[in-house]
């Protein structure tokens, strides 16, 4: 069941081939357990028909950009871009702001 979770940010493995050996398990999963609920499909009707939105993929993706990202932050690697659009200099204002 361990390959059926994304590894470890550390762990030193190929994405693309984790990626496939999970989705054959997981094939394999639904082959042994289809005659227990009442279908006959082969491996391969699962593997190519199997019901998989977009939107959920897309959201996956989206989700595992931000954590990857979060932790390039946290841990140094990166910083946050600043992009500062207008800055008062009214001498009177700066003030007003900082007494406030």
């Known amino acids: 069941m361990g390959e059926l ?3 470890s940010v ?3 493995i ?16 639904l082959f042994k357990m289809a005659p227990t609920v009442g279908y006959a499909f082969s491996k ?6 199997i019901y998989s939105p977009k939107a959920h993929g897309q959201l996956e ?5 931000i954590r990857d990202g979060l ?17 008062s200099t009214d001498p009177a204002k700066e003030a ?5």
């Open 5 to 7: 979770s994304r590894p």
């Open 10 to 12: 550390g762990d030193n």
């Open 14 to 29: 190929d994405l693309a081939i984790w990626d496939q050996k999970r989705k054959d398990l997981f094939v394999e999963l």
């Open 44 to 49: 391969l009707e699962i593997a190519n028909e």
């Open 61 to 65: 993706a989206e989700q595992q950009m």
């Open 71 to 87: 932790i390039r932050v946290f841990s140094g690697q990166s910083g946050i871009p600043v992009d500062i659009r207008s800055m």
């Open 96 to 100: 007003q702001s900082a007494s406030a």
